[in-house]
Every structure is written in structure tokens, then in C-alpha cells.
């Protein structure tokens, strides 16, 4: 029986979620979930799953928004029982969503996808999704970032800043749905700003996840590069993660200048994941 989650308890979710990836090298808490999901705009009404005997075997947490100007649901969790698997659960699930989906407006679906995930791939593929997008995966230890020396322009003033100062002129591409300006406000409290300002200027900044050490957004004016404010403002960052680790997902592999500023401070390439899209 599939139904939606709009009555699901976080417990039963975070029961079902932790079964589902007991495999993973990397497991989360239940506030941490909770927490995800805020982030990626969980919406339980338009989120499904597959019940056996009133037991929660299968599902799709789906977040619903506004991407690249579009109303959009995103898979912010797809996961199967091992007991339940191979049996086209989540293509069922997903199919069984759409109409919903459609009535509340939704006019595209967005997924990411680890590269290696051929199988994965295939499948979502055979269910209409094409590949829009490529995206690197950064991670590195604090203690193992080679930041250079830094000498600080007296000109140059770091302070917290806020939500409302993130400058979109400063991207060099368009951030993932987990990185944009709507999912860092739906949880606002979680993160802590870092700006670079030139007298009342903001020239650089940072948002970053203290409890993951997430890198969210990191930019600076195209005006004020190679200055060393990216390096400051990431040393900054590194300090205040709570898992001694820093990571940057889903930045795009063109962006040239990214990659060689990652590669200075020797943060290496982890892994890579494809964005695929299927317009309802």
C-alpha cells in the first residue's frame, strides 16, 4: 500500500530511514534528519511511501519549492528495507506521487544522483529524468587545509554578516537546490555568515553549517579576487566546524576558478554526482 507521510511520525521516518541506510559509511541522528529535511523543504503531504502491514518499507522524502524559477519537487531522500528490495518500489512510489505533485503545482522533479550509481542512473532514466547537470564533491580535514600565508588588508573588514547580504552577482553558476538562498533561509538558525566588507561594501562571504562543517555558499566579487578573501573567509569557516571536517557538495566541475582555489589549500575531489530533471 502506498499512501503519503502527511500522518508519520519523525520516529517512524528515522526508524525506516536508518534501516534503509544502515550500509552507508556515514550515518546521521535523528535530529540531524530533522534537520535535513527543514533544510530541503520536506513537505510529509506530498511525500510517499509503501507500507507492508502497516510497517514503512519504502520512500521518498520530497522537498517542494522554487528552483531556477520554476515550482519544483526535490527527492530529498529515496530509501528501500533491504528485505524490500528489487522489487521497483521507489519507481512505483514516484509514479504514484506524480499526479499529486502535478495538482499542487509542481511543473518539474529534481534528483541528484552519485556518477557511480549506474544502476540508479538507469533506472531514473526509464522513468523520464535527463541529466542537466554535473556536480564535485570537496572534503577535507581542518588540520589537513594548506591555507597560504595570510596578510590582512587593512582595507579589508571580516564580521558576521547576514542572509540578506548573500550577492547573487557574485556567483560564477547557478548553486543545488540544497545550496540556494531558499534552503539556507528555511533554516536559518543552523548557519553562521561570514562577510568580507571594503568600507561598506561586501566583497566576499561564506555560509556555513557549524554542526557539518557544510560549505555552503562561499563567493567573492569578481573585483576582489586572488586577494586571499576566499582564504580567510574559509579559515574562518573550518574554525567553527563542529566535526573538525569541511566539505563542499555539489559545485560545478567547469567553474575553474573554484577548483584551483580548492586544489591550493589542498582540499581534494571526493566524489561526483549527476542533477537530473523530469518535467511533469
Excluded at 51 to 56: A, K, S
Excluded at 162 to 172: L, V
Amino acid at each position: 500500500m502506498i499512501k503519503s507521510l502527511s500522518n508519520t511520525s519523525i520516529d517512524i521516518l528515522y526508524q525506516a530511514f536508518s534501516k534503509a541506510f544502515a550500509d552507508y559509511k556515514f550515518q546521521i541522528s535523528q535530529d540531524q534528519l530533522q534537520a535535513m529535511l527543514r533544510r530541503r523543504g520536506f513537505r510529509p503531504e506530498l511525500s510517499f511511501a509503501a507500507f507492508d502491514e502497516g510497517d514503512l518499507v519504502a520512500f521518498t522524502f520530497n522537498g517542494i519549492g522554487q528552483f531556477n524559477q520554476k515550482m519544483s519537487a526535490y527527492d530529498t531522500g529515496t530509501g528501500t528495507l533491504p528485505n524490500y528490495r528489487k522489487k521497483g518500489l521507489a519507481s512505483e512510489i514516484f509514479e504514484y506521487s506524480i499526479p499529486f505533485l502535478k495538482k499542487a503545482g509542481v511543473k518539474q522533479y529534481l534528483l541528484e544522483v552519485l556518477q557511480e550509481n549506474e544502476k540508479a542512473i538507469s533506472v531514473y532514466q526509464k522513468l523520464g529524468f535527463a541529466i542537466t547537470r554535473q556536480f564535485n564533491y570537496y572534503s577535507q580535514t581542518v588540520n589537513q587545509i594548506r591555507y597560504p600565508v595570510l596578510r590582512n588588508s587593512p582595507e579589508i573588514v571580516y564580521t558576521n554578516t547576514h542572509n540578506n547580504q548573500i550577492e547573487e552577482s557574485f556567483y560564477d553558476f547557478l548553486p543545488s537546490w540544497q545550496n540556494s538562498i531558499d534552503s539556507i533561509s528555511r533554516s536559518n538558525e543552523t548557519f553562521k555568515y561570514l562577510g568580507a566588507y571594503h568600507k561598506t561594501q561586501l566583497v566576499g562571504y561564506c555560509v556555513t553549517e557549524t554542526a557539518t562543517g557544510d560549505i555552503t555558499q562561499i563567493a567573492v566579487s569578481h573585483s576582489y579576487r586572488r586577494q586571499g578573501i576566499g582564504s580567510f573567509l574559509l579559515q574562518s569557516a573550518s574554525q567553527l566546524s563542529q566535526t573538525k571536517t569541511i566539505k563542499l557538495v555539489n559545485t560545478d566541475p567547469n567553474c575553474e576558478s573554484l577548483n584551483a582555489f580548492l586544489a591550493r589549500l589542498n582540499i581534494p575531489l571526493n566524489g561526483k554526482q549527476y542533477e537530473m530533471i523530469r518535467l511533469l
